[in-house]
């Protein structure tokens, strides 16, 4: 970063602010070109202007600059699908977007007026996995951090990630992780 603050000698933190905003604003448009979503981006846009809004030292500044640099490149690496075709790209999408309710072939098919067949043979060719696949282990990546908190019970963690069975999710949690929910946050607490 270079140092602007001459630009307000008589106030150093707004100056730094300024700055901030201005890289969070070129982040956003640098991870947008490198394939990520813009509803992913609007809310850590949102978030880290918040917080340099309202934060009242250099130092904290100083670490949200580091924290806004780490996430925008961490959106990329985990939103952005480059080397997949349209059509799969606008699948991972809508499943990210709709992960909190139960997904189905057929329907995100249908959502991209697409042939059930086609999206499966072509989801499965470029990401390795079948739709379902994907669907379930992104569901279980939601699910792990409230499981981690240990606030909610399981059963009310599988509805928040679009599980109508509790039993059902735990059989996939399992299945993804090779081990129970119960036993997952057993190991969260050692």
Same mark, same amino acid.
Do not use: C, W
């Given at each position: 970063?270079?140092?602007? $603050?001459?630009? /307000?000698?008589?106030?150093?933190?707004?100056?730094?602010?300024?700055?901030?905003?201005?890289?969070? /604003?070129?982040?956003?448009?640098?991870?947008?070109?490198?394939? +990520?979503?813009?509803?992913?981006?609007?809310?850590?846009?949102?978030?880290?202007?918040?917080?340099?809004?309202?934060?009242?030292?250099?130092?904290?500044?100083?670490?949200?600059?580091?924290?806004?640099?780490?996430?925008?490149?961490?959106? +990329?690496?985990?939103?952005?699908?480059?080397?997949?075709?349209?059509?799969?790209?606008?699948?991972?999408?809508?499943?990210?977007?709709?992960?909190?309710?139960?997904? /189905? &072939?057929?329907?995100?098919?249908?959502?991209?007026?697409?042939?059930?067949?086609?999206?499966?043979?072509?989801?499965?060719?470029?990401?390795?996995?079948? &739709?379902?696949? *994907?669907?379930?282990?992104?569901?279980?990546?939601?699910?792990?951090?409230?499981?981690?908190?240990?606030?909610?019970?399981?059963?009310?963690?599988?509805?928040?990630?679009?599980?109508?069975?509790?039993?059902? *999710?735990?059989?996939?949690?399992?299945? +993804?992780?090779?081990?129970?929910? $119960?036993?997952?946050?057993?190991?969260?607490?050692?």
């Amino acid at each position: 970063m270079i140092d602007f $603050s001459y630009r /307000t000698n008589d106030n150093p933190i707004r100056a730094y602010k300024n700055l901030l905003f201005s890289l969070n /604003t070129l982040n956003r448009k640098a991870a947008e070109k490198g394939g +990520v979503h813009p509803i992913y981006l609007h809310s850590i846009s949102e978030k880290f202007a918040i917080m340099i809004e309202r934060t009242k030292d250099l130092p904290t500044l100083y670490e949200i600059r580091r924290a806004l640099l780490m996430e925008y490149s961490e959106s +990329v690496r985990t939103y952005s699908s480059p080397e997949y075709s349209d059509i799969v790209k606008r699948a991972i999408h809508y499943i990210l977007l709709h992960i909190d309710y139960p997904l /189905t &072939l057929e329907e995100i098919a249908k959502k991209f007026y697409v042939n059930p067949a086609h999206l499966s043979r072509k989801f499965k060719s470029e990401t390795h996995m079948t &739709l379902t696949q *994907f669907i379930h282990y992104k569901k279980i990546e939601e699910a792990k951090p409230y499981l981690e908190k240990g606030s909610l019970s399981i059963t009310e963690i599988a509805l928040l990630v679009g599980f109508n069975d509790s039993n059902y *999710f735990e059989k996939v949690f399992k299945k +993804v992780t090779g081990m129970t929910p $119960s036993l997952f946050i057993a190991n969260t607490k050692k």
